[in-house]
């Protein structure tokens, strides 16, 4: 398998002479939101974080998706925060697309290069610094964590993708491969965040219709997505935004692998009161 490549938006504005038709759209179903839109007059700021902007690319809407947050971080060089999570109540995950972090949880420093991974528990103490002499620009993913009596919540981690093996799915030979950052049997977790692959030619061949919701960052390549009723072209740096029981499906055509970071809500009950939720 060739090196992993991470797309991430920097900015700007497009030039007075180009034309503003996009792929950008918001349905009943679903969200598209292009890596054309990721711009500067889009960011937005945060308490407690210096010399940071971010891309908030999705947050619980009623009627909608309703269990997550997730934005794209900027990171100047010594730029952080030290009270980064004003939430108690929310987990977190980080995927770092590009540059060097130090991520300090509970008192232990980890450096987080391309590729690395972060699993942040409710409630544990951390703090983020740039350290290195680029921009750092990385996936945050919050949920208000679930828990069910008689499970311990589950620890802080840090990985790699690098470090490991995807599984492929069964009967695909390969083309169709997720990297997992958790095992899906462990039910301390509520959120899985993983990174999908399509080999050129791989597909989804049906359409999935179930009920977790799903955050898609596209890290590299492009494809036809299904959402919905409507096949969508994608590319790296797009994002789809699915609520829950949208029908999706994927044609990888290629001609380099198509790749995504994926965030679903799991391993819970459905709550059946208005509002119930944790």
């Not at 109540?89 to 290069?113: D, K, N, S, W, Y």
């Not at 898609?216 to 994608?234: F, I, Q």
């Amino acid at each position: 398998m060739s090196a992993p490549t991470y797309f991430a938006p920097i900015g700007g504005h497009p030039a007075q002479t180009e034309l503003l038709t996009d792929r950008a759209v918001f349905t009943e179903a679903y969200a598209v939101i292009p890596r054309r839109v990721m711009r500067d007059i889009v960011t937005s700021y945060l308490p407690f974080w210096t010399k940071t902007r971010l891309w908030v690319i999705a947050r619980p809407l009623t009627g909608f998706a309703e269990t997550f947050s997730q934005y794209v971080m900027e990171v100047e060089p010594g730029g952080g925060s030290e009270a980064p999570e004003s939430d108690p109540a929310a987990q977190g995950a980080l995927f770092v697309m590009e540059g060097r972090l130090t991520v300090t949880i509970e008192g232990r420093p980890h450096a987080l290069v391309p590729g690395g991974f972060a699993y942040l528990p409710a409630g544990c103490r951390w703090t983020l610094r740039n350290d290195g002499d680029a921009p750092a620009r990385f996936h945050w993913i919050r949920k208000i964590y679930e828990g069910v009596p008689g499970i311990e919540k589950p620890e802080a981690f840090v990985a790699n993708e690098t470090e490991i093996a995807p599984t492929p799915m069964p009967g695909t030979e390969g083309r169709w491969a997720t990297t997992r950052f958790v095992d899906p049997a462990d039910l301390r977790h509520d959120m899985h965040v993983t990174i999908v692959t399509f080999e050129p030619g791989g597909v989804i061949p049906f359409c999935e219709t179930h009920v977790m919701e799903h955050g898609l960052y596209v890290l590299e390549g492009k494809a036809v997505y299904r959402l919905n009723r409507d096949w969508v072209e994608v590319e790296a740096g797009d994002f789809m935004w699915l609520r829950a029981f949208c029908p999706q499906a994927c044609y990888a055509g290629g001609p380099g692998r198509f790749r995504y970071l994926l965030y679903k809500d799991v391993n819970r009950h459905m709550p059946l009161r208005l509002g119930q939720r944790g």
